[in-house]
């Protein structure tokens, strides 16, 4: 070979090697927006599922509150079923009954199944005759005079009994208060 055909090949591969060395700086020139385009598709991406898992979660949950609030009392109304099931009962031999005792006693037994019943509940009644007036828990319908004088300021009569669910007020005893 000539020197003129070892330049010639010598010329070609330095143009080979520039030409990859400019395709490689093109390439390389063009790869961070690449790379950032693919970031934001990813980042797009992950935004879109994270808004729609987020999105199901609100749904499912407003479902699940409204199906809470329709059932709420469900438990309750099951434990009362056999609470109206013992009334029935005592109405029908009340009206056959010749002895008033059995009947009386039939009731009472019915009051203390329905107390437990609510207890289990975690509904308590307040005992509040006796009690310093506190409106906290109590509403005074009336005042009348004290007894005694130790019990001014305090309970005298209950109209309505109030009731506590889990250490609250849940409904307030309406009272007569001593003056």
């Known amino acids: 070979m000539s020197k003129k055909e070892q330049l010639s090949e010598e010329e070609m591969e330095n143009s080979t090697e520039q030409t990859t060395d400019e395709q490689e700086s093109q390439v390389t ?6 790379v ?24 499912r949950t407003s479902k699940e509150r409204v199906d809470l609030i329709k059932n709420a009392g469900k438990d309750v109304l099951v434990d009362l079923l056999p609470l109206i099931d013992d009334f029935d009962r005592a ?15 039939g009731y009472a037994l019915i009051q203390q199944k329905f107390y437990k019943s609510l207890e289990s509940k975690g509904v308590k009644p307040m005992n509040s005759i ?50």
């Not at 020139?29 to 690449?34: A, K, L, N, Q």
């Not at 950032?36 to 749904?59: P, S």
């Not at 109405?91 to 006693?105: L, P, Y």
């Not at 509403?139 to 669910?165: C, H, L, N």
Request: no cysteine; glycine share 6%.
């Open 29 to 34: 020139e063009i790869d961070p927006i690449e």
């Open 36 to 59: 950032a385009q693919k970031e934001a598709a990813d980042w797009k991406d992950k935004y879109t599922r994270l808004y729609a898992e987020f999105d199901n979660f609100r749904k």
């Open 91 to 105: 109405v029908n031999a009340a009206n056959s009954a010749e002895n008033i005792d059995g009947v009386i006693e």
């Open 130 to 179: 006796g009690e310093a007036f506190d409106v906290e828990f109590h509403e005074a319908i009336t005042k009348i005079p004290a007894p005694s004088e130790d019990m001014q300021g305090k309970v005298v009569d209950v109209i309505e009994k109030g009731y506590f669910m889990n250490d609250q007020v849940l409904r307030y005893a309406k009272v007569v208060v001593g003056q």
